[in-house]
């Protein structure tokens, strides 16, 4: 299975410029407002405080792009998406997982993905998917649960 949201960052960079674009205007008006009347009004400060607010949010929570691909016998999975954050590729052999917990908060929503290791008992893999809406959530969380069905009856026999 397949499944990506990545046609939805046009209107997440689209929503980001705009963002800025009023912290940078509510930057200017201060700034004017500052150097030439002498005086700071609580309307332009709260505007900018404001502005600043909502793009620390939006980058709160978290990357807007999640790719997972089940075909085959490896799972990848990749969270992209914002200017200056950090992009999350993995690729690993299905029979690895071994389970997995979807943890929401608020709009905040989290994958957590446990895996087999050869070093360590288990690997935890952590990707954001508080963009991801909840049909494709619950397509994930059923292919998520087939290949650890088929997990536990390979190790059973």
Do not use: C, W
């Not at 949201?5 to 997440?12: D, W």
């Not at 505007?47 to 990357?63: A, C, E, H, P, T």
């Not at 490896?74 to 979807?102: C, M, Q």
């Amino acid at each position: 299975m397949k499944l990506s949201n990545r046609k939805k960052l046009f209107a997440y960079r689209l929503i980001l410029i705009f963002l800025s674009a009023l912290l940078v205007f509510g930057i200017i008006l201060l700034y004017i407002e500052i150097t030439r009347f002498k005086t700071i009004s609580l309307e332009k400060a709260g505007y900018v405080i404001f502005s600043f607010i909502l793009i620390y949010l939006f980058y709160r929570l978290g990357k807007p792009v999640f790719e997972y691909d089940s075909t085959g016998e490896a799972l990848v999975i990749r969270n992209s998406g914002l200017p200056f954050s950090k992009i999350t590729h993995d690729e690993f052999p299905k029979y690895k997982l071994i389970s997995y917990e979807i943890i929401t908060f608020f709009f905040f929503k989290r994958i957590y993905l446990k895996l087999k290791s050869r070093r360590k008992e288990e690997t935890i893999l952590k990707y954001e998917i508080s963009f991801v809406n909840n049909q494709e959530i619950n397509r994930l969380k059923k292919s998520l649960e087939e290949i650890i069905e088929k997990n536990k009856k390979k190790l059973s026999k």
